[in-house]
């Protein structure tokens, strides 16, 4: 649909699910999913050929595995990328628990389904030493990192 259709501007188009999608300049674009009352923003790029999603929102949306995988998934689906660039601020603070368990079952599902992952923000706060490790360790490896903008984290997917 788009054009106008339904109230839709005609810079949109509606996708399955009820997505709306902007298409910009230097084929990029953005992507605001409604999901309930949820509005998440999905932000296609290519870097160095390599196909990356930029996910931020005002909420909390990963709160567990499945919310996790939900949105891998459907950031696989409406970007065929599977390099995502993850706002902290939309990972619930339990992640950062590692005794909780759920940083190391995200990391599992995202390593299965070859989903690599750069979540940037602030973890000056954070004291433990065994999420210091875990990041140190997440750091040197291929998969999953922690940095602290948003460039650093789009720069160092693109180099994966």
Known sequence: MGGGAFGV???C???KGGACVI???????????KLGVMIMNIEH???NGINLAVVSSDETVITDTQS???LAMTVKYETNAENIVIDKNIICEEFF????GIAGEILQKFINYHVKVAVYGDYSHYTSK???DFIYESNNGKDFFFVSTKDEAIQKLAET
């Not at 298409?23 to 999913?33: G, H, S, Y």
């Not at 628990?97 to 909780?100: D, G, K, N």
């Open 9 to 11: 501007p005609p810079f």
């Open 13 to 15: 188009r509606l996708t």
């Open 23 to 33: 298409i910009c300049t230097q084929l990029e674009f953005v992507l605001q999913m």
């Open 45 to 47: 790029l290519t870097r």
């Open 68 to 70: 996790a995988l939900d």
């Open 97 to 100: 628990i590692l005794s909780t």
């Open 130 to 132: 065994p999420l210091k």
